[in-house]
């Protein structure tokens, strides 16, 4: 089956660019989805289709996809981006929904 | 407003059955597939399964077949999710999540239920 392989951690200092990566083979040939998930909340769909933004979510937030890597950008980070983050592929394959392992954002 | 609800906390012992259920409003419940997600406790998302509101349709994560039942009752605009036999394996919160598409394959979750802890 698919697998979409995340770093476990980023971390990145206030106003800085955080780059969050999510490595599947050819995934660049998928449409790729990213979550966020504050502590205790349920996941918040932040990037569809590679790099659409929902309506409410800030234009800090963009996503690209090519190749191998899928990546969601999140520039001039605020200490309310601390959360994780999870890509989301469906596999066309299986039929199936396929989630990344998460990267949990820290904001120093 | 799109809002999937979801029924609270439960605690289980083992061996014990359950149903817990995601009640779908803003929208045509059958034009839409609603599918189920398990997060165990400090993991990350496990696809579980969808449900086609319209006709019941189901499918399964291999991981989730013959462990759980993925149901919908169209009069109440609910889906539900089921354990015949509950396991202590099984204590995790489950999410509801209706598919977003732009086309098959390139499907997405929005929006997400609150989320049920069960713990067994």
């Known amino acids: 089956s698919y697998v979409l392989t995340q770093s476990p951690s980023v971390s990145v200092a206030p106003g800085e660019t955080a780059t969050i990566p999510c490595g599947g083979n050819?995934?660049?040939?998928?449409?790729v989805h990213w979550y966020q998930q504050k502590p205790g909340q349920a996941p918040v769909l932040v990037i569809y289709?590679?790099?659409n933004r929902p309506s409410g979510i800030p234009e800090r937030f963009s996503g690209s996809n090519s190749g191998n890597t899928a990546t969601l950008t999140i520039t001039r980070v605020e200490a309310g981006d601390e959360a994780d983050y999870y890509c989301?592929?469906?596999?066309?394959?299986?039929?199936?929904?396929?989630f990344g392992g998460g990267t949990r954002l820290a904001v120093l | 407003e799109v809002q999937l609800v979801q029924s609270g906390a439960e605690i289980r012992e083992s061996g014990e059955s359950l149903k817990i259920s995601c009640k779908a409003s803003?929208?045509?419940?059958?034009?839409?597939?609603i599918g189920w997600v398990r997060q165990m406790p400090g993991k990350g998302l496990e696809w579980m399964g969808i449900?086609?509101?319209?006709?019941?349709?189901?499918t399964y994560s291999p991981s989730f077949q013959g462990q759980v039942t993925i149901s919908a009752d169209k009069s109440t605009n609910t889906a539900f999710l089921e354990w015949r036999s509950l396991k202590s394996s099984d204590t995790a919160i489950y999410y509801c999540?209706?598919?977003?598409?732009?086309?098959?394959?390139?499907?997405?979750?929005?929006?997400w239920g609150q989320g049920t802890l069960v713990t067994v």
């Open positions: 999540a209706r598919r977003e598409s732009s086309g098959w394959p390139h499907n997405w979750f929005d929006p």
């Open positions: 803003g929208y045509i419940f059958t034009a839409y597939w």
């Open positions: 449900i086609w509101p319209s006709d019941s349709e189901t």
């Open positions: 050819n995934v660049g040939s998928k449409s």
């Open positions: 289709y590679d790099n």
């Open positions: 989301q592929v469906w596999d066309s394959v299986s039929d199936h929904a396929v």
